[in-house]
DNA sequence: AGTATATACTTGTATTATACAAGTGGAAAG
DNA sequence: CTTTCCACTTGTATAATACAAGTATATACT
């Protein structure tokens, strides 16, 4: 990789973290928060295998935090909390129907506002910049 | 754009903040937070035009936020506020010569971890994701 | 000219997301 | 069976932010 790409990698993703910031985390989207919108998704995606501890994980977020959002979430009814019946300590997440519908919602309005900012991108680049998000988020979770 | 590029640029963009949140946020890089490395960055791209309200109309930021982060920079002596002769409400923000070698030492250690992020990226990647991004910082700006 | 309104900035206060530390109760290892 | 480890919760502190109020200057309108 050249230098003058990081160069350019480098400030761009610093003025990202800003925009996206602004966009997304003082303005809650409908009912849900950047936190929380990613909390449900990934509990969503791992469908009830999930608990706080591994959250945290795949986030890089303290174990407090987590557990602060997902109750949170749980006070809404978007999750439960199912007891481990191998592991008194343990718990895992399972959205419940509501909290499926509260997240279509979300992604749809955030997926709407991405659509608006995309407009005048063409396929090719839409499609080898998604690529390249989903590398370059790929590569944080190799280096820890 | 299609509708599958949306999706997948949607929802990594939602981790991305995630990740480079705890990248940069509560671990300050050197001397600077993430904030303070954009707003030194920026006035030294302004280099010496821009007062507070300027900035905070870049970044989006509250009038308010950018006032209080920029007198932490002052107190620091990286910055110092220059009372506009023709305005005197206003000020300019100036980098200061301390100010300045901070700016490029964080940005050196900046490029060094995103250098290692990438290390495996080949130069087209590189060149490409670079540029995409550039491009969908600016299409923010376009928007408001 | 004088008053009303707008603007650039600062300061006060509240909120939110986070980290770290301490505590609880169960699991695992010796 | 005791010690250590682990999953989770709760207490507390900090940082970045927004919103509201205040100050002083500038501009606009009689």
């Known amino acids: 990789m050249e230098k003058r790409s990081i160069e350019t990698i480098e400030l761009e993703m610093a003025v990202l973290v800003r925009r996206l910031t602004s966009l997304t985390t003082y303005k809650k989207i409908g009912n849900l928060d950047r936190a929380a919108y990613l909390l449900l998704h ?57 909290g499926g519908e509260i997240l279509d919602e979300n992604r749809q309005m955030r997926q709407e506002i991405m659509g608006k900012l995309l407009v005048n991108w063409s396929d090719e680049e839409g499609d080898s910049f998604g690529e390249l998000l989903r590398k370059f988020n790929a590569t944080f979770l190799e280096e820890d």
Do not use: C, H, W
């Open 42 to 98: 990934q509990i969503a995606f791992n469908n009830g295998t999930a608990g706080v501890k591994m959250l945290s994980d795949e986030f890089q977020l303290d174990i407090s935090t987590v557990s602060r959002q997902a109750a949170a979430l749980e006070n809404k009814g978007y999750i439960i909390r199912v007891p481990d019946p191998v592991d008194g300590r343990a718990y895992t997440l399972q959205i419940t129907e509501l």
